[in-house]
């Protein structure tokens, strides 16, 4: 069937270094994308999200960038700090109405010192 | 605003038994979400419902699960009987009819003996 998913499960950085987390998505009607960072024990979090119409959005500190050629989705978080080490979910909307949100299956991205 | 509230933030129960997890969405959001996650399967949209309809509900997983919104400040996702299969972390969400961004509580992690 149809899925969101990601590239990588584990990214490690060095903080300060600039990160990217990719994720692939298979639903071409999909109309907007979002970014969701999970702290452990708690929920997910908005962080920036994108429309189809759009091929690159800039945040404090993250870009995502859309390619609806190849279905491809990216975060990058620049100058990263510790408080980034999470676990980072895409997720796409399929227009049913409201937002139907479907989310990859996660990346863990680690800063270290 | 407090945001999503869930409760209980724990459950342990044992197989047969049943579990009802609440939830109350943020003052004036229309959609609320009800979501498992699980290492294996990640994040899974179960149910939705808009202005405290139920829209889709292609994500149940069994007739033992079920939910109600009886009202726009409170819904609940009751599972009868439990399985250990269902232990899980279970997460609410809320946003604005025809809004973009989630908000979602701090989940009940669920823990079926």
């Known amino acids: 069937g149809e899925s969101v998913g990601l590239h990588l499960p584990t990214l490690s950085v060095q903080e300060g270094d600039n990160s990217i987390i990719n994720c692939a998505y298979s639903?071409?009607?999909?109309?907007?994308f979002i970014w969701y960072k999970q702290e452990s024990g708690k929920g997910p979090q908005f962080i920036i999200d994108?429309?189809?119409?759009?091929d690159k959005r800039q945040g404090q500190r993250v870009t995502v960038l859309l390619n609806k050629t190849v279905k491809h989705l990216s975060l990058q978080i620049a100058a990263t700090q510790p408080g980034d080490s999470a676990v980072y979910f895409c997720?796409?909307?399929?227009?049913?109405?409201?937002?139907?949100?479907?989310f990859g299956q996660g990346t863990r991205l680690t800063i270290n010192p | 605003d407090a945001g999503v509230i869930q409760s209980p933030r724990h459950e342990v129960t044992e197989m047969g038994q049943e579990v009802t997890l609440r939830c109350k969405p943020i003052?004036?959001?229309?959609?609320l979400f009800w979501y498992r996650q699980t290492m294996m399967r990640g994040l899974e949209l179960l149910i939705y419902?808009?202005?405290?309809?139920?829209?889709?509900d292609s994500g149940m997983p069994e007739d033992r699960f079920s939910a109600k919104m009886p009202n726009a400040s409170f819904s609940t996702l009751k599972i009868q009987p439990s399985e250990p299969r269902d232990s899980a972390v279970y997460f609410c969400?809320?946003?604005?009819?025809?809004?973009?961004?989630?908000?979602f509580g701090q989940g009940t992690r669920l823990t079926v003996v």
């Open positions: 969400a809320s946003s604005s009819l025809g809004g973009t961004e989630a908000f």
């Open positions: 639903n071409s009607a999909s109309d907007y």
């Open positions: 994108i429309r189809s119409n759009m």
């Open positions: 997720a796409e909307n399929r227009p049913q109405g409201a937002q139907k949100l479907v």
């Open positions: 003052s004036g959001h229309n959609s």
């Open positions: 419902f808009n202005n405290n309809v139920p829209i889709d």
